[in-house]
């Protein structure tokens, strides 16, 4: 079931209906596929729900079989009434937690063997069949049973499946958040009225309108008005987004202040938000390459317990001459023993766990493997536009020559700039603007001058804006700004020389602000022993300038869009393990070369599309904290892994009874599926200590 497919409307619908299905899906439901479910946000709580009731209802069938069994009864010494022979009171009290209660561990099992496949439904299928049907031959021949030995491990198994879910559930409940966010109606004008419609019944081109406090139902364009609208539970960028004519809106998001009418784009599974579940959803089922080993080790330890089993009978009872009470007990308690469960769940649970924290904090990770990979990266070369910087120009100086007035030079600048297209020319109104200057409407003969500047008559004035090369080609003389010039050139600025009627009048410098969080990002991951290097288009005087205040020493300039690829492959032919970092179409091959493509903040489709992570803020630090996940959920990878292989290696012996002889010590089959759930329930709870972690893991 894939629910990124599904609009809100129906995934509503489905919310109040799947519960009752559920109960019967359980029935028909392997390991796998449970393990799958669990990570699907609308059936994980009906899931847990019905494990819980299992359990439940089986404890109280359990709690009299114990009372009764053999083992109570002669370790307390008591004889406690019944009305019938005590076996048959078993049988009657056992046979509901066999078939119905722990019903999902034949059935689950019958179906693992039709597709030819051993697992953890088999060994416990087999430990509670083989002790129930010994328990009821034995009840027709007298003599003692194991009923608490199979009613037991059906509900330790059943309490640890519970305990797992639940420790697993914030994840799917967060996604559940998520898909809530969606409003369940949209105002939308059809045929000259507005409508309240369902978000489901939406369509690409509908007009919607928004008012102030309204949530954005599908992804658009806004087509009238002017609004702020706050995307912090969608991108996590806290300050409300001006948004005016032209621009998207993302569903999910929160209207503000002004209202305004957008027209759909984007609506169900094709939605930002869509894409965001989806790409969760994607990386909690996907595999790491260290579960693709443990699944394969878990097959053949499934092979070893059932051998282990019959080994263990055999010795017990045709070498060591034991009663066949005695050599099943060790075979029942070997083989359930050794249930690889932990070893199954060793990474899945660190995978959902360590999936869940990123989406939290808007690092989207699209599968296990980039997981798991991220942990492993050596270099890391970073974009500078967008990534480091603002990829927003602003004007940081403006020198003028002697007679010149700053705000005059400006107006005449900006007049000529209002005529061009080029990114600079906005940062140049933008300071104009700021600082309340009125443009001249009267702007003739402009001239674009390729890869050097523009020109034009502004208020009767020849105004030539452009390079440095411009100047010197119209032989205009900038001795008298000169020194200011080299000052700001050797600071990595972008200048922008004005002459009015043939005559230097001053210098404009641009330069793209570092983010915030840049300088300290990257202290960090020098910190972790990362080769850090920039990649740009800029000139080398620019990019060294910023490369020293940033504190990088490897810095690639003067780099043409489709030549960045080839400097991720020069990193990779030093044999480092390298991550690129963009958010532009021109970054997506070098994103695609890198062994880890990660995408910026409101980076392009292209980029997204490429990369293996995406940052929906455009914060450079939360690089940093993606490698730092990465790390700490490998980490618990490997301990869970550990633990479970060396948890089955001591407890096989142990429970085929390698003590007994010696020191009479024995392990009985309940206790060894106690064991067992045990085990599972330390891998799931060590992954989800990974949450414990989280501070550290924001904290820059």
Same mark, same amino acid.
């Given at each position: 079931?894939?629910?990124?497919? !599904?609009?809100h ?11 009752k299905?559920?109960?019967h899906?359980?029935?028909n439901m392997?390991?796998t596929d ?12 009906? !899931? ?14 359990t ?11 002669? *370790?307390?010494?008591?004889s ?9 009171l078993l ?7 066999v078939?119905k ?13 039709? +597709?030819? &496949? ?5 060994l416990?299928?087999?430990g ?12 027709f021949?007298?003599g ?6 199979a ?7 059943l ?15 967060a996604?559940r ?14 045929n ?20 102030p406090?309204?949530?954005?139902a599908?992804d ?12 912090s ?25 002004g ?8 609506i ?12 969760v959803? &994607?990386?909690?089922?996907?595999? $790491?390459?260290?579960?693709?080993? $443990?699944?394969k $080790?878990?097959?053949?330890?499934v ?6 089993g019959l ?10 001459? #034991? ?17 690889p ?8 649970t660190?995978?959902a ?12 990770? +699209?599968?296990?493997s980039?997981?798991?990979?991220t942990?492993?990266?050596?270099? /890391? ?10 990829g #927003? ?6 020198v ?7 705000d ?9 700039e209002?005529?061009s ?11 104009a603007q ?21 020109e034009?008559? /502004?208020d ?8 440095m ?18 000052? *700001?050139l050797?600071?990595g600025?972008?200048l ?7 005559k230097? $009048?001053? =210098?404009v ?15 960090k ?5 990362l080769?850090?290097?920039m ?13 020293k ?10 780099v043409?869009p ?14 480092k393990?390298?991550?690129m ?18 995408a910026?903040g409101?980076g ?24 730092r *996940?990465?790390?700490? &959920? ?14 089955? =290696? ?8 390698v ?8 392990l009985?089959?309940?206790?060894s599926?106690? *064991?067992?759930?045990l ?5 799931? =709870? ?11 893991l924001?904290?820059?």
């Open positions: 079931m894939d629910h990124s497919k !599904m609009n409307e129906e995934m509503s619908q489905m919310s109040h209906e799947e519960p299905q559920m109960k899906d359980m029935n392997n390991h449970h393990e799958k479910a669990m990570t699907d946000p609308s059936i994980a709580k009906a !899931m847990e729900k019905d494990m819980k009731d299992r359990f439940l209802w089986s404890l109280v069938f709690i009299p079989i114990i009372l009764y069994s053999p083992i109570f009864t002669g *370790l307390f010494k008591i406690l009434p019944t009305p019938i022979p005590i076996n048959w049988l009657i009290l056992t046979t509901p937690v078939f209660f722990g019903s999902i561990f034949p059935v689950g099992a019958y179906q693992a063997l039709r +597709k030819k &496949t051993l697992n953890m439904m088999v416990i299928a087999i509670v069949l083989t002790a129930y049907i010994f328990s009821v031959f034995i009840t021949i007298g003692e049973t194991f009923f608490d030995a009613a037991m491990l059906v509900t330790f198994v309490f640890g499946h519970w305990m797992e879910m639940k420790s697993r559930r914030g994840t799917s409940d996604l958040a998520l898909f809530d966010l969606v409003p369940p109606q949209a105002r939308v004008i059809r000259g009225k507005e409508l309240l419609l369902p978000t489901a019944e939406v369509m690409i081109g509908d007009v919607i309108i928004l008012k406090g309204d949530k954005v599908v658009g364009e806004i087509i009238t008005g002017e609004t702020s609208i706050d995307e539970l969608v991108t996590g960028e806290s300050i409300p987004v001006l948004k005016k004519i032209g621009d998207r809106v993302i569903g999910g998001t929160i209207n503000q202040t209202s305004v009418t957008f027209k759909a784009t984007k169900g599974s094709d939605t930002a938000l869509a894409q965001i579940v989806k790409l959803e &994607t990386a909690q089922n996907s595999k $790491a390459p260290g579960q693709r080993l $443990a699944d $080790a878990a097959q053949y330890l092979i070893l317990a059932v051998g282990a080994a263990t009978f055999v010795y017990w009872y045709f070498f060591a001459g #034991k009663e066949i009470f005695m050599a099943l007990m060790f075979a029942v308690s070997a083989i359930v023993v050794a249930c469960d932990a070893l199954g769940l060793a990474t899945p660190a995978v766990v360590g999936t869940g924290l990123g989406a939290k904090h808007n690092i989207l990770i +699209k599968d296990a980039t997981l798991e990979q942990s492993r990266i050596q270099a /890391v070369v970073l974009d500078k536009t967008g990534t480091l910087t603002e #927003k120009p602003k004007v940081t100086d403006i003028v020559a002697h007679g010149f007035i700053k005059e030079v400006l107006r005449l600048n900006a007049s000529v209002s005529k297209g080029h990114p600079l020319s906005k940062a140049i109104l933008e300071e700021k600082r309340n200057i009125i443009l001249s409407e009267k702007v003739e003969q402009f001239k674009s001058i390729s890869g050097h500047g523009i034009a008559i /502004v009767d004035k020849h105004v030539l804006v452009g390079n090369k411009l100047m010197k080609d119209r032989n205009i003389e900038t001795p008298l700004i000169q020194n200011e010039i080299d000052k *700001l050797d600071q600025k972008t922008m020389a004005i002459a009015i009627d043939g230097i $009048a001053g =210098v410098a641009v330069a793209d602000p570092i983010k915030p969080s840049a300088k300290k990002a990257i202290e991951m020098k910190e972790l022993g080769e850090v290097a990649i740009t288009g800029d000139n080398k005087k620019t990019a060294e300038a910023i490369g205040e940033l504190g990088i020493n490897r810095i690639f300039s003067e043409l489709e030549e960045k690829s080839n400097y991720v492959k020069k990193l990779q032919n030093e044999k393990f390298v991550a970092v963009g958010d532009g179409v021109n970054d997506a091959p070098a994103l695609a070369q890198a062994e880890i493509g990660i910026i409101a392009t489709d292209v980029a997204i599309e490429t990369a293996n992570i995406v940052l929906m803020k455009s914060d450079p630090a939360d690089i940093l904290r993606a490698i *996940l990465s790390k700490a &959920t490998v980490t618990k990878m490997k301990q869970n892994l550990v633990w479970a292989s060396i948890y089955n =290696v001591l407890a096989i012996p142990i429970a085929a009874g003590l007994y002889p010696q020191f009479g010590i024995t009985r089959p309940e206790f599926a106690l *064991l067992m759930s085990s599972s329930i330390i891998v799931a =709870v060590n992954a989800v200590l990974l949450k414990r972690a989280e501070k550290d924001i904290t820059i």
